[in-house]
């Protein structure tokens, strides 16, 4: 049985024997702390089973989550979680990437435990009516009054995301394409993790070579010039958002120090972080009072 097949399967027996009972939402109000998962794009995680203990930034206090078959964790683009891996369960991501989808169903067995079961992608981002759904879910959160429609929007956000996933996977195309997009996801979601390309290519079951022939026919790059771009990428938000220093920094985004970052930061971007920080967290700061 393929991937796709696989996670299409467990979102129709979920939403065919369950219903959605609560959604959980991080906010981004704090500066997320060592091996928090932070991307530029909102994921959803929906518990199939077990108990999912997670924490999150609620309003500038950290939330401890257990949540419960049925329910969601709801993480809008830029806010963080941490799942802790305490407790067995099974729970269902979907990562919501500004040019694609990806699912990934997985397995904690014992403590810190964790296993992939199912990894696919789908080759395009979320419909206008997807979007549609994605924005209401987002107004929900950021109201102060608790509302039930999100349960429904929350499913509603799932089945048209499973009537997204290609039926027929099976051409060598799709197949490198699927690929290749799930193992950018996968960098994009874990860069703040010590990652190496043949660490990689064993999570993917392929081999080095493999992987970096893949990023060179699809992405145009090699698979080190790739993460070094996500993890800059990540490293410019903390330094406009947060007063984190250098080497708190380097810690939360895969670079070996604060001097390390430093000099690779300069020779991505002309800027020292500290010219960065200046020119950017003005602009950051300036765009938060207009929307008050």
Same mark, same amino acid.
């Given at each position: 049985?393929?991937?796709?097949?696989?996670?299409?399967?467990?979102?129709?027996?979920?939403?065919?024997?369950?219903?959605? #009972?609560?959604? %959980?939402?991080?906010?981004?109000?704090?500066?997320?702390?060592?091996?928090?998962?932070?991307?530029? *794009?909102?994921?959803?995680? !929906?518990? @199939?089973?077990?108990? /999912?203990?997670?924490?999150?930034?609620?309003?500038?206090?950290?939330?401890?989550?257990?949540?419960?078959?049925?329910?969601?964790? /709801?993480?809008? &683009?830029?806010?963080?979680?941490?799942? #802790? %891996?305490?407790?067995?369960?099974?729970?269902?991501?979907?990562?919501?990437?500004?040019?694609?989808?990806?699912?990934?169903?997985?397995?904690?067995?014992?403590?810190?435990?964790?296993?992939? @079961?199912?990894?696919?992608?789908?080759?395009?981002? !979320?419909?206008?009516?997807?979007?549609?759904?994605?924005? &209401?879910?987002?107004?929900?959160?950021?109201?102060?009054?608790?509302?039930?429609?999100?349960? /429904? !929007?929350?499913?509603?956000l799932i089945q048209h995301t499973s009537h997204m996933i290609p039926k027929e996977t099976s051409s060598i195309v799709n197949r490198t394409q699927c690929?290749? =997009?799930?193992?950018?996801? /996968?960098l994009q979601k874990n860069f703040g993790q010590e990652i190496t390309r043949d660490r990689v290519a064993e999570e993917f079951a392929i081999t080095p070579?493999? @992987?970096?022939?893949?990023?060179?026919? =699809?992405?145009?790059?090699? *698979?080190?010039d790739y993460l070094t771009f996500v993890r800059i990428d990540r490293a410019k938000l903390l330094l406009s958002r947060y007063q984190l220093n250098l080497?708190?920094?380097?810690?939360?985004?895969?670079?070996?120090?604060?001097?390390?970052?430093?000099?690779?930061?300069?020779?991505?971007?002309?800027?020292?972080?500290?010219?960065?920080?200046?020119?950017?967290?003005?602009?950051? @700061?300036?765009? =938060?009072?207009?929307?008050?």
């Open positions: 049985m393929s991937d796709a097949l696989q996670i299409q399967q467990q979102i129709n027996a979920f939403l065919n024997s369950r219903r959605i #009972t609560r959604v %959980w939402f991080a906010t981004n109000d704090d500066a997320p702390p060592i091996n928090a998962c932070q991307v530029n *794009f909102p994921r959803l995680s !929906l518990v @199939l089973s077990g108990t /999912y203990d997670v924490q999150i930034s609620d309003h500038g206090a950290v939330r401890s989550v257990e949540a419960s078959p049925g329910e969601v964790i /709801y993480i809008p &683009a830029h806010c963080w979680d941490l799942p #802790t %891996w305490r407790q067995q369960n099974q729970t269902l991501t979907f990562m919501f990437a500004h040019r694609q989808i990806g699912l990934s169903l997985n397995q904690c067995s014992a403590i810190d435990q964790i296993s992939s @079961l199912a990894r696919t992608s789908i080759t395009e981002p !979320l419909s206008d009516e997807g979007i549609l759904i994605q924005k &209401a879910i987002e107004a929900i959160a950021s109201s102060p009054n608790d509302n039930p429609a999100v349960n /429904y !929007l929350a499913e509603a690929r290749w =997009e799930a193992i950018c996801l /996968y070579n493999h @992987l970096s022939r893949l990023f060179r026919q =699809e992405g145009r790059m090699g *698979f080190n080497d708190e920094i380097a810690t939360r985004t895969g670079f070996k120090g604060g001097d390390y970052l430093g000099r690779v930061f300069r020779k991505h971007t002309g800027l020292t972080p500290g010219e960065y920080r200046a020119k950017y967290a003005r602009k950051e @700061l300036e765009a =938060e009072q207009r929307q008050l």
